[in-house]
T-cell receptor, first 116, second 110 residues
Framework: DTAVSQTPKYLVTQMGNDKSIKCEQN?????MYWYKQDSKKFLKIMFS???????INETVPNRFSPKSPDKAHLNLHINSLELGDSAVYFC???????????????FGQGTRLTVV | LAKTTQPISMDSYEGQEVNITCSHN???????ITWYQQFPSQGPRFIIQ???TKVTNEVASLFIPADRKSSTLSLPRVSLSDTAVYYC???????????FGKGTTLSVSS
């Protein structure tokens, strides 16, 4: 049983196209995230969704839009893809809680997006 | 979230103990210290978390001095499969986004 699963694992597409990456978690978590890892291997938070509400958006271009049909899914839609969007995108999930709860997050295996 | 500083890279040989130190001078009273491991082509994986003194699990130990301004991840008897990037994070709020630094790339050789 995969805790956090992403599809597709690889995505090659042309500039200007619109694409989506799907993410599903079966852990019962109520917070999900999207991270981008570029060629320099820096992991950057893009979005955080808690109970279907966007709570963090780290200056991500509005071509990127998260869509959460339910608590178990957080899909990433990307419009008008650019060369600079090429990266590995990771979905993650965790529980929400107050101070002193574990901040353990579970990550998917990543989606390698290549824009040509 | 408190900023963390780690060595960019470390080298080791199989069977050795590896200690990776992380500085977090501005850690807040309620912050926990958490370490993640990332293998190539995989997402980060939780290793260990602690608040003070020492924490040990089946994978690693985490040493935190009394002032909590630093922490040391200890990997006993590393193997080739421990080659990975190790991230140190501090924070206190479950459900908030984890902010990753540059991490420490550990290379284990035979």
């Amino acid at each position: 049983d995969t805790a956090v699963s992403q599809t597709p694992k690889y995505l090659v597409t042309q500039m200007g196209n619109d694409k989506s990456i799907k993410c599903e978690q079966n852990l019962g978590h109520d917070t999900m995230y999207w991270y981008k890892q570029d060629s320099k291997k820096f992991l950057k938070i893009m979005f955080s969704y808690n109970n279907k509400e966007l709570i963090i958006n780290e200056t991500v271009p509005n071509r990127f839009s998260p869509k959460s049909p339910d608590k178990a899914h957080l899909n990433l839609h990307i419009n008008s893809l650019e060369l600079g969007d090429s990266a590995v995108y990771f979905c993650a999930s965790s529980v929400t809680g107050g101070v002193e709860r574990s901040t353990e997050a579970f990550f998917g295996q990543g989606t390698r997006l290549t824009v040509v | 979230l408190a900023k963390t500083t780690q060595p960019i890279s470390m080298d080791s040989y199989e069977g050795q103990e590896v200690n990776i130190t992380c500085s977090h001078n501005n850690i807040a009273t309620n912050d926990y210290i958490t370490w993640y491991q990332q293998f190539p082509s995989q997402g980060p994986r939780f290793i260990i978390q602690g608040y003070k003194t020492k924490v040990t699990n089946e994978v690693a130990s985490l040493f935190i001095p009394a002032d909590r301004k630093s922490s040391t991840l200890s990997l006993p008897r590393v193997s080739l499969s421990d080659t990975a990037v190790y991230y140190c994070l501090v924070g206190n709020q479950a459900g908030t986004a984890l902010i990753f630094g540059k991490g420490t790339t550990l290379s284990v050789s035979s």
